[in-house]
């Protein structure tokens, strides 16, 4: 009897921190479930086989910030049946993105003693902006049971049960009494779900790691943070942060000044 054949799977990583491929390596148990049912075939992070596509998926990792990556992305498309991106920096540029709004040269002559030997692209931005991307998981770093429930939705065939609610649902579903109320600025409002509203469990405002939920009213949340004492530079800086490039959080920081 033939040996059934597994899917492929290949996990890449272009600018970014590595966390969100150690957040498939730390699912532990989950992880020996997910190996046994693909054929891991190209993972740095976590193996020394390289194996060649095509590949049945791709998970990856990191936004494009050189010329060179931009050509990688392009190869990888070509040789995956579907492409799924993990993580702030593959979704929204992260927060090197930050170069976006500035001269990167600047930054390059400041950070590294002989800047004539770096090459890099002026912006920072998400593999969409590249190739085509069959579904984003939100997160900085993504949350481990979103991404274990993204790979068996693609192996399964069907579409990821990944909610679009936002961090708000996920403190009245922890019973988490909500910060803004008590007087604490938050982004939970407009930023999509997944962390399990962990910062404002311990009383504190989320800080957008998750991005912009769909359609988030920032501006309707920015004039309720100044009713509670933030100022306009305040704003400027909280959208510029892990998603600062995300589109609904540019425009809200650009509407706040520098």
């Known amino acids: 009897m033939a040996e059934r054949r ?8 272009f600018a970014s ?19 046994d049912a693909v054929e891991i075939a190209y993972f740095p992070e976590a193996s020394s086989v390289m194996a060649k596509g095509p ?53 390059v002559a400041a950070v590294y003693a002989s800047p004539q030997y770096i090459k890099t ?14 579904f984003e998981l939100n997160g900085c770093p993504i949350d481990r049971s979103q991404l ?5 939705a693609f192996l399964a065939g069907r579409k990821p049960a990944i909610g679009n609610h936002t961090v708000c649902i996920e403190c009245k579903l922890r019973g988490t009494v909500c910060v803004m109320v008590q007087g604490t600025p938050c982004l939970g409002p407009v930023t999509h779900a997944g962390c399990g509203a962990i910062c404002p469990s311990f009383n504190r405002g989320c800080y957008g790691c998750f991005g912009p939920k769909e359609r988030p009213n920032t501006a309707s949340l920015a004039a ?16 510029r942060t892990f998603n600062a490039a995300a589109e609904p959080f540019r425009q809200e920081a650009d509407a706040h000044g520098d």
Do not use: M
């Open 6 to 13: 597994r899917p492929r799977l290949a996990v890449w990583k």
């Open 224 to 239: 309720e943070w100044l009713k509670l004492g933030a100022t306009p530079r305040d704003l400027h800086r909280v959208f």
């Open 55 to 107: 590949y049945d998926l791709s998970l990856v990792e990191g936004s494009i910030t050189t010329a060179h990556d931009a050509e990688r992305v392009h190869k990888i498309r070509r040789q995956s049946k579907f492409l799924v991106t993990i993580g702030a920096c593959a979704t929204a540029g992260g927060i090197q993105a930050l170069r976006n709004f500035a001269d990167v040269n600047e930054f």
């Open 121 to 134: 692209l002026a912006t920072s931005t998400p593999i969409s902006s590249h190739v085509k991307v069959d």
């Open 17 to 35: 921190c590595d966390g969100c491929q150690l957040s498939l390596l730390d699912c532990e148990d989950e992880l020996l479930a997910v190996a």
């Open 148 to 152: 274990l429930e993204v790979i068996s």
